[in-house]
């Protein structure tokens, strides 16, 4: 075949090539969509989309869905094997939407609930086997794609080959006026499924909307992805005869940021930005009464817990033309740090259930089988005369998408309590990898990834240097895989990045656990050892 296609050097010299190559494109021109015909892996269809200012093609609509199917078939026009056998990976094209935070709750890649969707039949179905590829995976179809034949929506898994949509946000969607006879068809039948799907979500709007969520039955907190002011978000909690959350406890406390995350996760570009609003969600603490004098707006009660983060609350003033501080609590999501902030920050929000009333900690810590709620189970917080049981996952990522997927999975990244621990996790590493140890917050102020305060360590020698060899900035521990070496086991601070490249490497998950359980290395450093 013939080169027909040019890309651009780094040097900036010209070059002729082939249609299937894949690159990095930039988006110059005025389309709302852009289809590459080029068959990759979802997230290299997210690194090229993201290369070129855009994204995965997201919160679609009946319209555009049917332009997406139209664009694939005039880029890459189905042959007759292609309609024959629809579910071969040519006939497919990567969307930005997955379920891999939360399996089973849709969102695409900005974060927000997917709502228009259009499933192909026993879609999306989670196989856990990839048939066509012969290859057996763990993490099941978390990735949706479109067919060409159908127009219809597949869950599928990440590493597929496909055709992938980006989207251009900067410019408007117009609609096709060149739809023929089958695509009007679609679009139609497409429609009227919306419609019916839209009436039922405000029928459910209007049932639901001046009482408790049905989930608070069963469980203390419910979340709200929706922005608002601490103010506005207030009043809404307490027109669901709720309030803004109140956290007794470190159980609570990770509790309540495990279902925000859960609920409206963050992206991988947003986690590394502390501050950024997407990170942060309102709970029900104020000193708007009387500066420095926190209380819980639930039941006005003064603080009994907290989890502050470093030289939290400050107070800052909102600008240096106002004399207005901060006098509002918002939550970390994943980190679980409190800040005081500007109560006009536009945050998600979490409402406590009506009816719930302080449980004892030593109570809940007390039992031997942990509670589970509709949105996965609570982990029970470690005690003296508890464990941890470890695991390890072969897959490498960057630190805050392993520490996303162990709390997901309803624990943490691994931090080691004693050198027992430490050792179980040498023991079954087969690469560096990530544990849950990091100085992120402040320099030198090692916590794990829970917050809790590090009891023990393992630095590696010179270690640690706050440097990843690069730039002097390195708030995150890797333990090293050196099983010939002395060093085998030890602690090394790491960077997030360098030179816009992420590191990655596998990583360790934590749960807790009972003493005396199969695989639960007890907590007390006199029994571990």
Same mark, same amino acid.
Not at 381 to 395: D, E, L, M, Q, V
């Given at each position: 075949k013939s080169q027909h296609n040019i890309r651009l050097g780094k040097?900036?010299?010209?070059?002729?090539?082939?249609?299937?190559?894949?690159?990095?494109?930039?988006?110059?021109?005025?389309?709302?969509?852009?289809?590459?015909?080029?068959?990759?892996?979802?997230?290299?269809?997210?690194?090229?989309?993201?290369?070129?200012?855009?994204?995965?093609?997201?919160?679609?609509?009946?319209?555009?869905?049917?332009?997406?199917?139209?664009?694939?078939?005039?880029?890459?026009?189905?042959?007759a094997l292609g309609k024959t056998h629809p579910y071969l990976n040519r006939n497919w094209a990567w969307i930005g939407a997955s379920d891999n935070?939360?399996?089973?709750?849709?969102?695409?890649?900005?974060?927000?609930?997917?709502?228009?969707?259009?499933?192909?039949?026993?879609?999306?179905?989670?196989?856990?086997?990839?048939?066509?590829?012969?290859?057996?995976?763990?993490?099941?179809?978390?990735?949706?794609?479109?067919s060409k034949v159908t127009g219809g929506w597949d869950d599928s898994f990440a590493t597929r080959t496909r055709e992938y949509v980006c989207m251009c946000e900067e410019h408007e969607f117009v609609a096709s006026s060149d739809l023929d006879e089958e695509l009007t068809v679609m679009l139609a039948n497409q429609t009227a499924a919306w419609n019916e799907k839209k009436q039922q979500l405000e029928d459910d709007k209007v049932v639901q909307s001046n009482s408790p969520p049905l989930s608070c039955q069963t469980n203390r907190y419910f979340a709200y992805t929706e922005r608002l002011s601490w103010t506005d978000a207030k009043a809404k909690c307490e027109d669901r005869q709720m309030s803004l959350a109140k956290i007794s406890s470190m159980k609570q406390n990770f509790?309540?940021?495990r279902l925000m995350f859960?609920?409206?996760?963050?992206d991988m570009a947003t986690m590394k930005q502390y501050y950024s609003d997407d990170n942060w969600f309102w709970v029900g603490l104020s000193?708007?009464?009387?500066?420095?004098?926190?209380?819980?707006?639930?039941?006005?009660?003064a603080v009994d817990y907290d989890n502050w983060g470093s030289q939290q609350p400050d107070n800052i003033r909102v600008s240096e033309y106002s004399m207005r501080g901060q006098n509002y609590v918002a939550v970390h999501k994943l980190l679980r740090y409190w800040d005081d902030s500007d109560g006009d920050r536009l945050l998600p929000f979490l409402c406590q259930c009506p009816g719930y009333e302080d449980v004892?900690?030593?109570?809940?810590?007390?039992?031997?089988?942990?509670?589970?709620?509709?949105?996965?189970?609570?982990?029970?917080?470690? #005690?003296?005369?508890?464990?941890?049981?470890?695991?390890?996952?072969?897959?490498?990522?960057?630190?805050w998408a392993a520490q996303s997927r162990c709390v997901n999975s309803g624990g943490n990244l691994a931090c080691p309590s004693n050198s027992q621990q430490n050792e179980f996790i040498a023991s079954i590493i087969r690469s560096t990898s990530w544990i849950g140890v990091?100085?992120?917050?402040?320099?030198?102020?090692?916590?794990?990834?829970?917050?809790?305060?590090?009891?023990?360590?393992?630095?590696?020698?010179?270690?640690?240097?706050? #440097?990843?060899?690069?730039?002097?900035?390195?708030?995150?521990?890797?333990?090293?895989?050196?099983?010939?070496?002395?060093?085998?086991?030890?602690?090394?601070d790491q960077g997030a990045m360098v030179y816009l490249m992420e590191y990655k490497y596998s990583y360790v998950c934590e749960s807790d656990c009972q003493e005396g359980e199969d695989g639960c290395i007890p907590n007390d450093p006199a029994k571990a050892a």
């Open positions: 040097h900036g010299k010209w070059d002729d090539t082939y249609e299937d190559k894949s690159h990095p494109f930039i988006c110059t021109h005025t389309e709302h969509f852009v289809y590459s015909a080029s068959k990759v892996t979802f997230n290299k269809a997210q690194d090229y989309c993201s290369y070129g200012g855009m994204t995965l093609a997201h919160s679609l609509s009946p319209e555009e869905n049917v332009e997406i199917v139209r664009m694939g078939r005039e880029k890459s026009p189905l042959d935070f939360n399996e089973g709750v849709w969102r695409w890649s900005r974060g927000t609930k997917v709502y228009f969707s259009n499933w192909e039949n026993s879609q999306p179905d989670n196989l856990e086997e990839d048939y066509l590829e012969g290859n057996t995976v763990t993490e099941g179809q978390d990735y949706a794609s479109i509790d309540a940021t859960q609920q409206d996760p963050i000193d708007i009464a009387a500066e420095g004098k926190f209380k819980w707006t639930t039941d006005g009660s004892d900690e030593e109570e809940v810590l007390g039992t031997t089988e942990a509670p589970s709620d509709s949105h996965g189970p609570i982990v029970q917080a470690s #005690t003296a005369a508890g464990g941890k049981r470890f695991i390890y996952h072969w897959g490498e990522t960057n630190f990091l100085d992120y917050n402040k320099e030198g102020e090692f916590l794990c990834s829970n917050s809790d305060k590090l009891t023990y360590n393992k630095w590696g020698p010179d270690q640690p240097d706050n #440097t990843d060899g690069a730039r002097d900035v390195a708030d995150f521990v890797t333990m090293l895989y050196e099983p010939q070496s002395e060093n085998h086991g030890s602690w090394a």
